[in-house]
Every structure is written in C-alpha cells, then in structure tokens.
C-alpha cells in the first residue's frame, strides 16, 4: 500500500494542515470541535458505514496530533478537553506516542490460511496429503482448514494447483517488525508497549486509517509565536520529499516563512558521527568487542538492546546525528530553540529521552511540515529560493545516510583512509525482521569483526513513517544529492573539528 496516495494520505494532510491553521490563528480553541465536519463535509459517508464514525475518527486524530491522549468510548469528554493546557510552547510527548483508534480499527482476522472460492474440490487434494496437522478436510466438495489445527506453514499454499488457498495478516501486524501488535476483547488490533519501539511501521501500514502518532505541531507554532528563536535542524532525506519543485534552497525559504529563524543540514552532523563510529570500529573491533553496531536509527538501536541485551555494549555510543547537530546549533545560540524535521516517528521518541531534551526541543515529520506549509498556503512553484548556503557543508557520505546501506557505507569509507591495510566487513539490514535476522547471526558468532548496520525501516530512513515520497523516489532523490556533494569522504568535512565541542 505504501507508495500509492490514497484517501488516507488526504485525511492525514487534512489533519495536520487544520492543527497548524488552528494554531497560528489562536483564539478560542473550542472551535476544533468544528474541525471534522470541515475535513469530513455532507451528510453522505464516502469510506465508512455513516458519516458520524468518519467524524468521530477525524476527531481523534486532531487530539492525537495537538499531543492530546484518545478519549475512551465509554466517557463524555469534548474533542477541545485538554487543548488549552496543550497550548504552550515547550511540551513532550506523553506517551504512549503511537496509538489505535479502537473504533476506527477493522478487527481484520490475525494470521490464518484460508481456502478461497478457486478451491476446484480436486480429486488429487494435495493440500490435504502435504498437511502436516490433518487440518483440512472437504466439505461439500471443497477443502475446508481447521483454524485450531493450522500452524499456518503454508505447504498446503504452494502445493494447490489451482492457487485457491492464501494466507492473510493484519497490515499492521504484518509490518511490526517487534510483533507488537496484538488483539483487545473485540478483536481489535491493540499494541503491546513493552514489545514496541514506535518505528511507526504500523500506523502506515494500515488501510484503515486507524493508527497515528502524536505531533508537537501545536506546540512549536507556539514557541514561534511566543517569539521564541527556533532553528530548524532538517533531515538528509528531506530532498525532493515536496515535489519537483521544491530544491534544497526553497525548502529553506519556506521553513523561514513559517516563523522558524534558520535551518540546518543535519548531513554535517551525520559526517561527525561517520567519524566518531569510525575510530571507535577501530579501537574497539575485536580486541574489546566482537563486532560494532550503528546507532543512528533509535527503532533498530531499542530493538537491539531489547531482544538482544547482551549486545547493548556493542551499540555505537556515537552521538546520533540529530543529536549531534542540535549541539552545535545550541553551542552557537544556547538560547535557541531546536526542532528536527524529519522522515521519522521514532526520532519523537528518542528526543523525549531525558537525555536529550535540552538538544531537541521539537520533533517534525515530512508529513506534518507539509501541513504548515499548507496552513501558510506556501506555494514551492512561487517561492524564491533562499540564498544561505546551508545544503552545501555536508559530504556525500553524510547525505547518505537516508538511505539503506548508507550509514555502514559512510563509515566503511572512512575507514578505508585511516587505516586502508585493514580488511573491513560490513552487513546491513533494513526493516526490523531483517535486522533481528542480522542479530541472529551475530548471536551464532557469524557476525564477529563486522560493522553492522541497522535500519527500523524497508528502505532506510526515506521510507519513513513520516515520508510524503514513496521510498524509491527518495532513495533516488538522496542517492542523486549524494553524488553532487563537492567531498565525499566525511573526513573532509570543513567541520569536523567540532566533534569535541558537542561530545563536551
């Protein structure tokens, strides 16, 4: 599904355009109770069974996005309960950050195979002769499984020759990389908190539209308009993610125009970290530890250190790029407030961290900066260009980290300079079920003298949970930006001098 803009997309964008309209306007802020009727207008549903249940799920998502927690079914609460105390300059996220719409959820069947209509009644019956459980039998001239039985291996679906058996999962399920995703009472889909790391894999994932995080949108265009000096700090990513029109210099240009006092590139921080991950690979691999692990995706890095916690150390405890950038913006102007926009839900949860909420004071998706852009009715066609170089620091090699593969690549080449008689192994994996098979293998010692790297999802960061683009678009986008990089080893960096200053 993802990758084809569909009338989910549109409610999202809705959604996020009306909270940040709401915001700059001000004023009486119980008029968000008129806000679904305006996303879902007329008396006739179009997606739902009536119109009132659109509203309803609408309404949430205008809590959900303002900070605001799901109001339960069973209690009398008004959409606008709690905005007042949402409407400040400096709030976090109060978790949990991802979140189940219960009414908007499908209750789709969890995994099972089922039997379609195709099923022929063959003679041969060869689903029922491979099953290794005896779950199938024929029914009036047709196989039926037995769902208590069925282990769902699937033999019985490769070996029906006329394709009539399939096995089905929850989107949602399907796409948790953690298995995170349960069932409530009703058989709805419910999330195990303890198993999730918020990579937002399932909120994207769902046809339903049931699904969504919290957003800070509310909140900085608060501080933006409480005066306070807000610097953007803005993903390598964020290339062609608003369309053709708008180049790196316009997109800079229209984050100035929605009050925000300058932007960033946090490319340069992702050449710092390539440097600092690259000395650490060698003094440390092997004579301290088998292998080293990358640390920019916090998804992959909680994943880790959740299933594999004996492998915590093995962590690079290089300062994310996020993190990195935000330094250095507050080691020019500490009175400055930081927002990182980028692809990604799991960056929210890792700027809530007590840790780092003195760097990051915000975090923006993609998706929820194009809804301020559409409340400022920004035109990237109209725009002129900004003229402050910012996209021009970084190297190609910190561009590169949106993508699959990037980050391991960025350090295996600085590896290459400072010390190029050293044989360097270097693995990748990108969605977390193929980054748990990656830890697996490096749990059977397969993995030992490796650098490896991991990514929370398919594609890299430009398949995001907040992404506009779909992934290959973006991965060509970065890949293109990434070759028109004047360096491309981050040891060239003009800045990597700095990396004391934000390690202080």
Same mark, same amino acid.
């Given at each position: 599904?993802?990758?084809?803009?569909?009338?989910?997309?549109?409610?999202?964008?809705?959604?996020?355009?009306?909270?940040?309209?709401?915001?700059?306007?001000?004023?009486?802020?119980?008029?968000?109770?008129?806000?679904?009727?305006?996303?879902?207008?007329?008396?006739?549903?179009?997606?739902?069974?009536?119109?009132?249940?659109?509203?309803?799920?609408?309404?949430?998502?205008?809590?959900?996005?303002?900070?605001?927690?799901?109001?339960?079914?069973? /209690?009398?609460?008004?959409?606008?309960?709690?905005?007042?105390?949402?409407?400040?300059?400096?709030?976090?996220?109060?978790?949990?950050?991802?979140?189940?719409?219960?009414?908007?959820?499908?209750?789709?069947?969890?995994?099972?195979?089922?039997?379609?209509?195709?099923?022929?009644?063959?003679?041969?019956?060869?689903?029922?002769?491979?099953?290794?459980?005896?779950?199938?039998?024929?029914?009036?001239?047709?196989?039926?499984?037995?769902?208590?039985?069925? %282990?769902?291996?699937?033999?019985?679906?490769?070996?029906?020759?006329?394709?009539?058996?399939?096995?089905?999962?929850?989107?949602?399920?399907?796409?948790?990389?953690?298995?995170?995703?349960?069932?409530?009472?009703?058989?709805?889909?419910?999330?195990?908190?303890?198993?999730?790391?918020?990579?937002?894999?399932?909120?994207?994932?769902?046809?339903?539209?049931?699904?969504?995080?919290?957003?800070?949108?509310?909140?900085?265009?608060?501080?933006?308009?409480?005066?306070?000096? %807000?610097?953007?700090?803005?993903?390598?990513?964020?290339?062609?993610?608003?369309?053709?029109?708008?180049?790196?210099?316009?997109?800079?240009?229209?984050?100035?125009?929605?009050?925000?006092?300058?932007?960033?590139?946090?490319? %340069?921080?992702?050449?710092?970290?390539?440097?600092?991950?690259?000395?650490?690979?060698?003094?440390?691999?092997?004579?301290?530890?088998?292998?080293?692990?990358?640390?920019?995706?916090?998804?992959?890095?909680?994943?880790?250190?959740?299933?594999?916690?004996?492998?915590?150390?093995?962590?690079?405890?290089?300062?994310?790029?996020?993190?990195?950038?935000?330094?250095?913006?507050?080691?020019?102007?500490?009175?400055?407030?930081?927002?990182?926009?980028?692809?990604?839900?799991?960056?929210?949860?890792?700027?809530?961290?007590?840790?780092?909420?003195?760097?990051?004071?915000?975090?923006?998706?993609?998706?929820?900066?194009?809804?301020?852009?559409?409340?400022? /009715? %920004?035109?990237?066609?109209?725009?002129?260009?900004?003229?402050?170089?910012?996209?021009?620091?970084?190297?190609?090699?910190?561009?590169?980290?949106?993508?699959?593969?990037?980050?391991?690549?960025?350090?295996?080449?600085?590896?290459?300079?400072?010390?190029?008689?050293? /044989?360097?192994?270097?693995?990748?994996?990108?969605?977390?079920?193929?980054?748990?098979?990656?830890?697996?293998?490096?749990?059977?010692?397969?993995?030992?003298?490796?650098?490896?790297?991991?990514?929370?999802?398919?594609?890299?960061?430009?398949?995001?949970?907040?992404?506009?683009?779909?992934?290959?678009?973006?991965?060509?986008?970065?890949?293109?930006?990434?070759?028109?990089?004047?360096?491309?080893?981050?040891?060239?960096?003009?800045?990597?001098?700095?990396?004391?200053?934000? /390690?202080?």
């Amino acid at each position: 599904m993802r990758g084809i803009h569909t009338f989910v997309n549109d409610i999202r964008r809705s959604v996020f355009t009306e909270i940040a309209r709401l915001a700059y306007e001000g004023g009486d802020y119980s008029r968000i109770a008129a806000l679904p009727y305006k996303i879902i207008p007329g008396e006739v549903a179009e997606h739902r069974e009536n119109i009132f249940l659109e509203r309803a799920i609408v309404s949430e998502r205008l809590r959900l996005a303002i900070g605001l927690p799901i109001r339960p079914v069973s /209690e009398h609460a008004p959409v606008s309960d709690g905005i007042t105390e949402s409407a400040v300059a400096t709030k976090y996220y109060d978790p949990p950050l991802v979140n189940i719409i219960p009414f908007a959820c499908n209750a789709c069947p969890p995994k099972q195979v089922r039997v379609t209509d195709a099923c022929q009644g063959c003679l041969a019956h060869p689903c029922q002769e491979i099953c290794p459980k005896g779950a199938i039998r024929t029914v009036k001239g047709k196989s039926v499984i037995d769902q208590e039985k069925c %282990i769902k291996c699937g033999r019985c679906i490769e070996h029906c020759p006329y394709n009539a058996i399939i096995k089905i999962e929850r989107p949602c399920a399907a796409a948790c990389g953690m298995d995170a995703i349960e069932s409530d009472e009703l058989g709805r889909a419910k999330i195990n908190y303890d198993k999730c790391v918020s990579c937002g894999m399932c909120l994207v994932n769902c046809p339903f539209s049931a699904i969504a995080d919290k957003s800070q949108i509310f909140q900085l265009i608060h501080a933006i308009k409480a005066g306070d000096e %807000i610097i953007a700090a803005v993903a390598p990513a964020v290339v062609g993610q608003f369309g053709p029109d708008a180049t790196p210099a316009k997109i800079v240009a229209a984050i100035k125009k929605l009050g925000i006092s300058a932007v960033w590139d946090v490319s %340069i921080g992702a050449d710092l970290c390539t440097i600092e991950e690259a000395h650490d690979f060698l003094d440390k691999v092997p004579e301290q530890q088998p292998f080293m692990a990358t640390s920019c995706c916090p998804s992959w890095s909680v994943m880790a250190k959740k299933l594999f916690p004996q492998f915590a150390p093995y962590i690079s405890m290089a300062l994310t790029p996020m993190v990195i950038t935000a330094r250095m913006i507050k080691k020019e102007r500490p009175n400055a407030k930081v927002v990182f926009v980028g692809p990604c839900a799991a960056k929210k949860l890792e700027a809530s961290r007590r840790s780092v909420r003195s760097d990051v004071d915000f975090v923006l998706t993609f998706e929820e900066l194009q809804g301020m852009f559409d409340a400022k /009715e %920004i035109n990237f066609k109209e725009i002129e260009p900004d003229t402050d170089p910012v996209f021009d620091t970084a190297t190609g090699a910190g561009r590169g980290f949106a993508v699959s593969g990037g980050v391991a690549g960025a350090v295996a080449h600085a590896i290459s300079e400072l010390a190029p008689d050293r /044989e360097l192994l270097v693995d990748y994996a990108d969605g977390l079920r193929e980054c748990r098979k990656m830890l697996m293998l490096a749990k059977a010692g397969k993995r030992n003298g490796y650098l490896l790297e991991g990514m929370g999802c398919p594609g890299g960061c430009v398949a995001g949970a907040g992404t506009i683009q779909p992934a290959f678009k973006g991965a060509s986008n970065v890949n293109r930006f990434q070759q028109e990089a004047r360096e491309q080893n981050s040891l060239r960096s003009p800045l990597a001098d700095r990396l004391h200053d934000v /390690e202080e």
